[in-house]
């Protein structure tokens, strides 16, 4: 058909942000999902997180980091 080494990317991939950058972005990533939360409009989701122990306020969500990391380790 067609040789697929000719759609292979040879550059070296580069990288934008220093560890430091990513770590930063992280940390406020989950300061957000603390601090702020986010909103879900399905009630069975609110039920579910709240039974994970997240604190539910109307529609809003806060999550807990502790837990986030250990369900992002689980992916």
């Keep these: 058909l067609f040789d697929a080494a000719v759609w292979k ?18 940390g406020q990533a989950m300061t ?3 601090e702020i939360g986010i909103d879900f409009l399905h009630p069975r989701a609110r039920d579910l997180l709240s039974g994970a122990g997240m604190k539910v306020e109307d529609d809003r969500v806060r999550f807990d980091r502790g837990w986030v990391l250990e369900m992002a380790a689980k992916t």
């Design 32 to 34: 957000i999902l603390e």
């Design 9 to 26: 990317n040879r550059l070296q991939p580069y990288d934008i942000l220093s560890p430091e950058d990513v770590e930063a972005i992280h």
